[in-house]
């Protein structure tokens, strides 16, 4: 258990590296997936209303 508690925190710092280099390497990308983030929720809901049976 221990084992895999390390090697998920080793998986996430490495997946937080690799997308802080890529925001540094484009700004732009960093504005576009902000964007996405924050209208996450709404697309979200959206989602489940067009799956709504």
């Known amino acids: 258990m221990i084992q895999l508690s390390i090697y998920h925190l080793l ?3 490495e997946a ?3 997308v802080a ?3 540094n390497h484009n700004k732009a990308s960093f504005k576009k997936c902000h964007l ?3 209208m996450e929720p ?3 809901e ?3 209303k067009a799956f709504d049976v």
């Open 21 to 23: 280099s890529t925001l």
């Open 11 to 13: 998986v996430i710092g």
């Open 46 to 48: 959206m989602m489940n």
């Open 16 to 18: 937080q590296t690799k």
């Open 42 to 44: 709404l697309i979200i």
């Open 36 to 38: 996405f983030m924050s």
